[in-house]
Every structure is written in C-alpha cells, then in structure tokens.
C-alpha cells in the first residue's frame, strides 16, 4: 500500500515536471499563446505512455486516471503565466532535476508494464520502456518544429536505455529483486541524469559523427 | 433518420472542405507532386478521426465507411489541378467558412463518439473532440515540416475547445437535449471562428507570449 | 515452405536495407550520434508495419517476431560506425536498390495482410500497403526534422501505389493467382524503381506545382 502511495505520487510529480519544462523551453524559443503551450505541455507529460499503451493495445493510462491530465494541464497553464516563479535559479534548477528524476521513472514503470503483459520479451520492455520516457518530449519538439532529442547530443535517454536494460535483466534473472531492483535502476538512471545536468555532460565524442570524422561533408 | 442523412451529408462537405483547403495551403506554399499533395489532402481530413479511433481502441471510422476516403482523395486531386477554380475570391472564402464548420461539425461529433463510449469522462470527450478537429491539420503541417496550429496565434483550435466543453457539459446536466445542444455548440463555434475568419481575429494579447512580455528572450 | 523462408530472408534483408539507408541519408545531413542514429533506423525499419499493424488494430508484427528489430538495430549500429564501407561506390549503389526493392516488398506485404483481415476493402490495402513501405521514412525525416518524401518529387512512393492497387485488383478478379501475382507485382514495382535510380527519372512535370504553373506565387 505504502509503495503505491509513493509511487502514484513521484509518478504526479515527475507529470508536473514534464508539463513545466516543455512549457518553459517552448515559451523562451517561440511567440506561443496559452492554448498551444498546454497542448504541448500536456502532450509533454502524458505523449510517452500514451503511445506505449497504443501499441501494447490496453487502454491509454490517463482514460482510467484522469488525475494525469489535470495535473499536466493545470501545470502548463500556471507555467505559463507565472514564468517569473521560475527565473529564480534554485526553482529552474529543481525543475530540471525533477523532470530528469520523471525520465528515469516513467522509464522503468513503462518496462514494467511491458514485462508484466509479457509483450515482445525481452526487446519491447526496453524499446518501450524508452519510449515512455522521451516518447512526450520528441512528439512536443515535433510540433513545436524544433529539433527532437535524437538530434542532440544531450545525455538524456542513453540513461534510460540502459537503466531500462538492467531492470529488464533483474526481471529476468533475480525476479525476487524486483522492487529493490526498480529502485536502484531508477536511482542510477537519475543519478546519470543528473552528473549529465551538473557538470553538462554530453554524449561521449567517439559516439558522435562530427566527433570521428572531419566536418568536411 | 432525417438527422441521420443531414450528419451523414455535412461530414461529407467538411471533409471535402478539409481537403481542399490543405491542398489550397500547401500548393501555394511549396513545390509538390500531386500524389505528396492528395496524400497530405487526405490526411488532413480522416487525421483526427483516426488518432480519435485509436485512442478510444474502436476501428477507424473510414474503414467501415470508405466513402471518407474516396471523397478526400477525389477532392485533393481535383484541387491540385483545378486550382484556378478558387482563384476567384468568394469560391476561396465559402471553402474557408466550411473548413470552419467542418472543424465545429468534428469536433462535438469527436466529442459524442467519446461520451457514448463512456471513455475517461469528462475529460477525454473535450480532448478527443479537440484531436478530431486539429489532428489531421497537425498531421499535415508536421508531414509538410510547416509551423503547426499550436504556434500560431490563430483562433481555431480555442474555440472547439469551449464548444466540446460546453456540449460535454449538456450531455452530463441535460442530457435530454443532446441534439439540440449538439446543434448550439456547432453552431456558436462556427460563428466564433467565421468572425474570426471574417474580422482577422486573433488570440488576445494577453494569452501570448509575444504580448505579455517584452521581446528581448 | 520453400516460400515462406523466400519471404522471411527478404523481409529481413529489407529491414536491414532501410536501416543501413536511414542511417547513411541521417548521417551524412547532421551531427548525430550512435543513439539517435540507432533509434532512427530502427524506426525506419519497422515504423511503416508498426502503423500499418495499430490502425488494423492487430498486434504488432515485431512483438512477436523480434529477429526484426535486433536486425535493425544492429544494422543501424554498424552502419554507423562502418561508414567507410559504404563509401565504395558499388557498396553504395547495392543498399540503395535492395531499399527500393524492400519498399516494393513491404507495400505488397501490407496490402495482403490487410485484405487477408478483409479489413476496409477495397481502399485500405492499398493505403496502408504504401504506409507499410514509406511510413517508416515519413517518420524519421519527421524527428529528424527533414524534408519527408511528401515534400520530394522523387519516384518512391507512386511505383509503390501503383503496384498495391495492381495486386489488391488481382486478389479480386484472380484470386487464384494470389502467389505469382505478387510476385510480378513486386518485381515491376522495384523494376520501376530501379529505372528512377538509375537515370534518376523524377515525377512528371505535370504532376508538380512548380512544372505547371510560373514561379511567381
């Protein structure tokens, strides 16, 4: 009982931070008006699971927990309109976090999910487990017309990947583990996340093209 | 039955309309075969009723009524070619009322497909009635790597919005007066969006961000 | 039997076709890295079927046949890294004909499981048997925030229509000629891709904007 009261509500939480970060970052690039940033912003928070729970074929998450989009709209909604809040340093910078703590979580709640419908085992967790985490950004910056997450070599999703990777693997091979397995997964994805936000982390030079061949083409 | 055939005939016209005002608007725009521009014609008219379909896990409307589908392909290719037929002014102008009816029709049309299904009420009915209105436009402007709906101040999209609402709010509290009710909110739409239309209405100031805050961001 | 191995190489060696071009036409345009590279040919190389397989509302064919995606994804993988390999022009050349060919595959794939579901007969297998072969393109040029062939007046997409409504016409009228009508279908359909490598024939002048009417619009 206790663990799904936690879960439910860092799972609220890391919504509302989605919703914030899409708004702020659409809001500084583009003349926007308030519909457009919650429908990008709710789009942001609520996009990856959707389409996760699309190609599993079980009804979209939020349509039995309506709880998630009112979060995720009233957050952009606010967001907008009390931008100011969130030039405050300390207040931009929680978000930040959050929103790389929602990643990480929505990561591995969405393998789980996968693994427990015993769908595609042992690629799709993985693949959608992934998807459930970016799969919101990539269809905002899409709309939005900016460049996705795949065209930028922000440390972002690899963790993921591979927290979603080794969530799979304890699924797999020590299925007793799988509560303490998901924290920890979840706690070392984030903590990725978060050097990659401290100290701007990139993805490492030999994995990109300008990084290993010259910038003659 | 009479209700019936008038539904049937005016969702005809609207997706006809939806049709040939994306073919109009991305014609002028770029350089574009007939088959880009009849594919990006006909999804800009069955889009949002098929991501609607799809969300709510129901078959595609289109496929048990291909008629939607010859009717947004016959009119896309006759749009391509026959483009000096809306060279004259009010031929151009009564296409353009009728994309905005089609925009009302499909919306509270989304949105009582929704509420008779009894998915993720009240909300998803003012979404889902929003997604089959704008969903085929964003589909196509994505498609066509334009600027979306979203970013652009145009009052379109607002007023559907408020008209599913208001009609949601119908079916729940009177629900006895569903067709009439269904027949205000289309109607208080389209005048909405015709006055938009005819007065170049946009979002207010204050619902942007270009209008609430100085431009040096 | 003999057919079905025929069918499952071919399938595989246009998986792996469509994730070696992805990557190639990603790589050459943009700074990417090996993540985003990866996730783009793989979605090039199942993302046609997976739409194709979510408007039918069947499972989808890589959540039971995972051999598709480990093909893609290590295809991506070491292209990404054996770029050099490619440079030989022959190399090259080969990889660009088999896509053309799996395009023709892919289309008629998806056209005959669509009619095998009797789904939306008789304009749905030939939608989604083009959706099948070029939707997986659509979406990469989309998150890569390119031009999507739509926007092209390359002869892709067309041989691929043409020769879908030629088999969906055959499943008609000579249903027993169901085998070597794919076949020819296939064939003449990459043969005609082929010739628009080759002589690098593009869409007719009288199918495009710009081939029409004069530039001053």
Same mark, same amino acid.
């Given at each position: 009982?206790?663990?799904?009261?936690?879960?439910?509500?860092?799972?609220?939480?890391?919504?509302?931070?989605?919703?914030?970060?899409?708004?702020?970052?659409? +809001? =500084? !690039?583009? =003349?926007? /008006?308030?519909? %457009?940033?919650?429908?990008? %912003?709710?789009?942001?928070?609520?996009?990856?699971?959707?389409? +996760? !729970?699309?190609?599993? !074929?079980?009804?979209?998450?939020?349509?039995?927990?309506?709880?998630?989009?009112?979060?995720?709209?009233?957050?952009?909604? @606010?967001?907008?309109?009390?931008?100011?809040?969130?030039?405050?340093?300390?207040?931009?910078?929680?978000?930040?976090? @959050?929103?790389?703590?929602?990643?990480?979580?929505?990561?591995? #709640?969405?393998?789980?999910?996968?693994? /427990?419908?015993?769908?595609?085992? &042992?690629?799709?967790?993985?693949?959608?487990?992934?998807?459930?985490?970016?799969?919101? %950004? @990539? @269809?905002? =910056?899409?709309?939005?017309?900016? !460049?996705?997450?795949?065209?930028?070599?922000?440390?972002?999703?690899?963790?993921?990947?591979?927290?979603?990777?080794?969530?799979?693997?304890?699924?797999?091979?020590?299925? #007793?583990? +799988?509560? &303490?397995?998901?924290?920890?997964?979840?706690?070392?994805?984030?903590?990725?996340?978060?050097?990659?936000?401290?100290?701007?982390?990139?993805? &490492?030079?030999?994995?990109?093209?300008?990084?290993?061949? &010259?910038? /003659?083409?």
């Amino acid at each position: 009982m206790e663990w799904e009261v936690w879960n439910g509500g860092l799972s609220m939480a890391a919504t509302v931070a989605f919703a914030i970060t899409a708004v702020l970052a659409i +809001r =500084d !690039d583009r =003349d926007i /008006d308030v519909f %457009g940033a919650t429908v990008l %912003g709710l789009i942001t928070a609520i996009g990856g699971g959707t389409m +996760r !729970d699309i190609i599993l !074929d079980v009804p979209v998450f939020w349509s039995r927990e309506l709880s998630y989009v009112w979060a995720g709209t009233a957050a952009s909604i @606010l967001t907008f309109y009390g931008r100011r809040l969130f030039a405050a340093r300390f207040v931009f910078s929680a978000v930040l976090y @959050l929103d790389g703590f929602g990643a990480a979580l929505f990561g591995i #709640q969405g393998a789980a999910k996968v693994w /427990d419908l015993e769908f595609g085992l &042992p690629a799709a967790p993985v693949i959608l487990g992934v998807l459930t985490a970016i799969g919101g %950004g @990539l @269809l905002r =910056d899409v709309l939005a017309n900016r !460049d996705t997450l795949l065209m930028r070599p922000e440390l972002y999703a690899v963790p993921v990947l591979l927290g979603c990777t080794a969530f799979v693997s304890i699924l797999n091979l020590l299925p #007793q583990y +799988r509560i &303490p397995g998901a924290v920890i997964c979840i706690v070392a994805t984030f903590a990725w996340r978060a050097a990659a936000i401290h100290w701007k982390l990139a993805m &490492p030079l030999f994995s990109r093209t300008g990084g290993t061949e &010259p910038a /003659d083409e």
